[in-house]
């Protein structure tokens, strides 16, 4: 079967089926109710930002791509009103507030021009560290409840669809000058001759690119009978996760897709596994106590298990040559978090934001140096991961793993198929 997939994960020197029993009895069900506290639940959003690209094409008009947003009164008592924006933990606030105190005794004048250099640093300090754009701070973001608008079919596609993934291929990953066609692109014939970070960065779009379509498949809308049961009747559609992976329909590459999947999971896997002794600290302040502590106990399980995966994804191995290519990646992957403004879904351009921005969050625990040795760091935080980058990392490899998850029911649904014939 096209889904059955062996050997290593590409790039890595751990099996599938190790990923496979690991994710599927281990990892998934931690993530699944670690997703469902409320910390994670509600992820800050601007779905009104323009394209910076292009013209506006399409606003899907499909039911299925509203998304509900958050009032005031649905969000815990730690996220509401504007005071806690960028103030999610109880020891930043009191820091400010001591700040605050001793600030006042100072010369205004200075303390402003002190404070103009320190935002100006910070500003620097951010936009050399991040590969993506974050919405967290913007005035026009709004919370998306996540529980309430799951990713899943939603009638988005045709040229709108096809543009975005066309633009982040051929003009936002790296590739051969002559390739200028999308098929001829993803072949592994031109794949081979990359180097192993543009692979990377191609595996992680690819992978990414599977698991939104894997998830599609798996909570397709079976029946839109609008009289009978208005919300639509979901499920999964094995025909359409099909079409979109087997050999046949893929001109061979939709196993290749799949194996990206994998390498994507193990690449986020790894970043979490890295900013561990970060994250075990973190407060997961909702202004819920008893939930709050829940989460971190959740987390410390989580992580605990995450540091006994025997083998994975090494990131040593990559940027040890040109000093620009680390540069352009991070570049290039910029523009990918730009490109998710073009979406014309607003449940799509959620769930893209939020998987690009997990990405991206990924990508700089691993590759800005800041969480390199951090076991061994004992001093008070030198940085931190906004709220909502630690949310997005989280959910992002969610997603991936219960797409990992699904591939298994699909597996199974295949090999039964096969039986019945
Ligand atoms: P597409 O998935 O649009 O792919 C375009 C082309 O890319 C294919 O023809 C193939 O040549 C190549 N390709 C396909 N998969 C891969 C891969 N894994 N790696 C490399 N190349 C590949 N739809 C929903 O119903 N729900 C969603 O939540 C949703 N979220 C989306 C989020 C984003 C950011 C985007 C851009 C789209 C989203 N969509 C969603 C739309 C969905 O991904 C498809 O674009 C749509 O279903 C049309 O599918 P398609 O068969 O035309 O091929």
Redesign the pocket.
Same mark, same amino acid.
């Given at each position: 079967c096209f889904c059955n997939l062996q050997g290593k994960v590409d790039e890595c020197s751990c099996n599938i089926d190790t990923v496979d029993y690991f994710n599927n009895i281990k990892i998934y069900p931690r993530l699944k109710s670690l997703l469902e506290k409320d910390y994670f639940r509600y992820f800050k959003v601007n779905l009104k930002r323009e394209c910076p690209f292009w013209e506006d094409d399409s606003k899907c008009s499909m039911r299925f791509c509203n998304v509900e947003s958050c009032g005031e009164k649905d969000l815990p008592p730690g996220l509401k009103g504007a005071k806690n924006e960028n103030k999610y933990t109880k020891e930043v606030n009191e820091q400010c507030s001591e700040l605050n105190n001793e600030y006042d005794h100072l010369d205004t004048t200075l303390s402003e021009k002190a404070q103009k250099d320190i935002d100006l640093w910070n500003k620097y300090d951010d936009a050399t560290d991040n590969f993506c754009i974050i919405d967290e701070n913007d005035s026009d973001s709004e919370y998306v409840d996540l529980l309430k608008n799951p990713? &899943? +079919?939603?009638? +988005? *596609?045709g040229k709108s #669809?096809?543009r $975005? /993934?066309e633009s982040i +291929?051929l003009e936002n990953c790296f590739r051969p000058k002559y390739s200028s066609n =999308?098929?001829l692109y $993803?072949q592994n014939g031109i794949l081979s001759e990359l180097c192993l970070e543009e692979r990377v960065f191609y595996r992680a779009i690819?992978g990414l690119? #599977?698991s $939104?379509?894997t998830? =599609?498949s798996a909570i397709y809308l079976l029946s839109d009978n609008k009289f009978g049961d208005p919300k639509g009747v979901w499920g999964p559609n094995l025909q359409e996760f099909q079409r &979109?992976f087997s050999e046949e329909t893929t001109n061979g590459e939709g196993p290749n /897709?799949l194996r990206?999947l994998y390498f994507v999971y193990l690449l986020e896997l790894r970043a979490l596994a890295k900013a561990a002794p970060y994250l075990e600290k973190e407060e997961y302040y909702t202004g819920n106590e008893n939930e709050d502590w829940d989460t971190q106990m959740a987390i410390k399980d989580l992580l605990g298990v995450i540091s006994r995966f025997p083998d994975h994804f090494d990131e040593k191995i990559m940027f040890n040559g040109d000093k620009n290519l680390k540069y352009e990646f991070r570049e290039h992957f910029r523009n990918v978090s730009r490109i998710?403004d073009c979406?014309g879904c607003p *449940?799509?351009k959620v /769930?893209?934001k939020l998987q690009t921005q997990g990405l991206g969050t990924a990508l700089k625990i691993l590759f800005s140096g800041k969480f390199d040795n951090l076991e061994n760091t004992n001093s008070k935080k030198r940085f931190q991961l906004q709220r909502n980058e630690i949310v997005a990392l989280v959910n992002a490899i969610g997603r991936l793993s219960t797409s990992i998850y699904k591939l298994d029911d699909f597996k199974n649904m295949l090999n039964n198929k096969g039986v019945n014939k």
């Open positions: 990713e &899943r +079919y939603t009638g +988005y *596609k #669809a096809r $975005i /993934w +291929y =999308l098929n $993803i690819s690119h #599977a $939104i379509n998830h =599609l &979109r /897709w990206n998710m979406v *449940k799509c /769930w893209g």
